[in-house]
């Protein structure tokens, strides 16, 4: 799954509609014409077609190349045209987003929130303090985190005890380097509850906040998020699980809008 929408380094237009491919670049514009036009006939990925049964007899070590990502058992598979009217909006949405910021930031102006180094005190504002004691223990006793030096203590935070959803007023203020801290607090409060439903609003926001192209440190979180969101879908009793379908729909935004394709059933089915 794709879309046209992402920043812009050099804006040059449209190519124009008499463009010659033959004919050399005479300027700079005809040159960068050239490059994107090669560019999408390109494949996203090439593999070389090498014969692998050649070196059987010269391999000394096994190589576990396992993701880590869990198939989906039957019946617990995204359907593939739900996912794709999920992935429609989604690219909707973060269209939306990007394209009518500056008028949605006079409309919503910013929330005070917690600074992006308070993970206990985002614990608290995103999940309520209910999750925020289970995993950071009941609040009279609280230990100090490995990034703050105070322990939070939730019945005296300026926040409600009750999970905050993802308002634009919050999401539009927040740059790529917060989007992704916020990221992978959430990814470990996941591997450490689980899932809840104010949990998915936030990492669906947080999604469609995230900016392509992805760096590297970005994009093993995505992988990390695919990962953890497939291990709890296989911890399901049953297909029709409250949570089968928001955990697919992470699994299918990672891995066929952020391209991870790899973290995928389709992917594991046709290995």
Known sequence: MEDNFMKRAFDIGDEPKNFDLNAPPVTGFDYLYRVRIESRNCPKVVVSD???TKFLNRQTITIDDGNGFISARPGFEADPEWREEQLELFIANR????????YLKQKFPRKDVPRINKKQEWCLYCLGVE???LV???AEKLEASNDDNTAVNPKKARFS??????LLSVMLYMNQSRVA???SY????LEEIGFCHPQGEWLYALLVALEKPLDPDTCALLRSLSRQCSKLRNELSTSDHEFVRPLNLFLSIVAHYFDQKDMSDDFCSNK
């Open 136 to 138: 950071y223990g009941k």
């Open 95 to 102: 269209i939306k987003m990007s394209e009518n910021r500056d």
């Open 131 to 133: 999750k925020h004691d």
């Open 50 to 52: 090498i014969d692998k």
């Open 161 to 166: 005890d009750s999970p905050n959803p993802p």
């Open 186 to 189: 959430h990814i470990d409060w």
């Open 181 to 183: 801290k916020l990221l």
